[in-house]
């Protein structure tokens, strides 16, 4: 009887010390949550990444985190010029990403991480392979809109992807059709330029979406729309480096309208 009293007695002592460890991992968790978003709110992305991946490295399944360390993932991989740092991070975001819409595939986040790991991927394929997932990009953006109608992201992603689409060359669109039986819809240029004009709507502090629009603009040699594109984009608060620089490149490209 003794034994089976302290039999009982242990059970009842782990059973109720289980709960407490994961209350106790779970707002360790949100404390670092919280942390890596201040960063990432100061454009310390490194350092965001890291707190990220350290939540990951503890809990595999954290939704959040895997969401966000894509995303981060996808954007300092575009920043490096060598290949093989790009395609190491650009590995890494598309894991992450898979991870999350396996969790949950019907979120708008998981869906855009997806086609933006998708996108960046293809950046560093052949022909054929960015053709392949084409078509792919374009169902995750819509799912993640279907989602989330207000995703700034994910409408800027699409402009882009429609700006693509609206413009393959002769060679893209007969290998296209040779290998995958055509692009899913061949969208026109004014679609891109609607789909960035809602980035900039959701997100108006964003000056890399003012950016492509004015190159969109500047290339349907529309020069009022990308000069108006570009004296807002100048209006815009500047943070990081890079937009600084995006912002040299709009002043370098107004000047240049503005001689016309």
């Known amino acids: 009887m003794k034994r089976l009293f302290k039999a009982i007695l242990l059970i009842l002592m782990f059973g109720m010390g289980l709960p407490a460890f994961e209350a106790a991992a779970t707002s360790g968790n949100e404390q670092l949550l919280r942390k890596a978003e201040e960063l990432l709110v100061n454009y310390k992305d490194v350092e965001a990444l890291k707190v990220y991946e350290q ?8 939704y959040e985190a895997l969401c966000r360390a894509s995303f981060l993932h996808s954007r300092i991989g ?27 595939p019907a979120d708008a986040e998981s869906n855009y991480v997806m086609a933006l790991s998708l996108a960046c991927s293809a950046m560093m394929s052949g022909p054929r392979q960015r053709l392949a997932v084409t078509n792919q990009v374009k169902s995750f953006l819509d799912a993640a809109l279907a989602c ?37 819809e061949r969208p026109l240029n004014a679609d891109a330029v609607e789909a960035m004009k809602m980035a900039i709507k959701y997100n ?11 190159t969109i603009y500047d290339e349907l040699k ?4 990308c000069v108006n594109t570009l004296e807002q984009a100048l209006t815009v608060n500047l943070d ?17 309208h503005m001689k016309n």
């Open 78 to 104: 575009d920043r490096f010029t060598d290949d093989t740092r790009k395609l190491n991070h650009y590995a890494k975001a598309k894991q992450y990403a898979t991870q999350a819409y396996e969790l949950n």
């Open 240 to 256: 990081t480096k890079e937009e600084l620089e995006l912002s040299r490149r709009c002043k370098i490209m107004l000047q240049q």
């Open 55 to 62: 939540v990951l490295s503890a809990s595999p399944e954290n």
């Open 222 to 225: 529309d020069s009022e729309a």
């Open 148 to 184: 989330n109608n207000e995703h700034a992201g994910a409408w800027h992603l699409l402009g882009r992807w429609y700006f693509k689409m609206a413009n393959l060359n002769f060679a893209e669109v007969a290998a296209s059709k040779l290998f995958f039986g055509g692009v899913c």
């Open 204 to 214: 108006p502090q964003n000056i890399r979406y003012y950016y492509d629009l004015a």
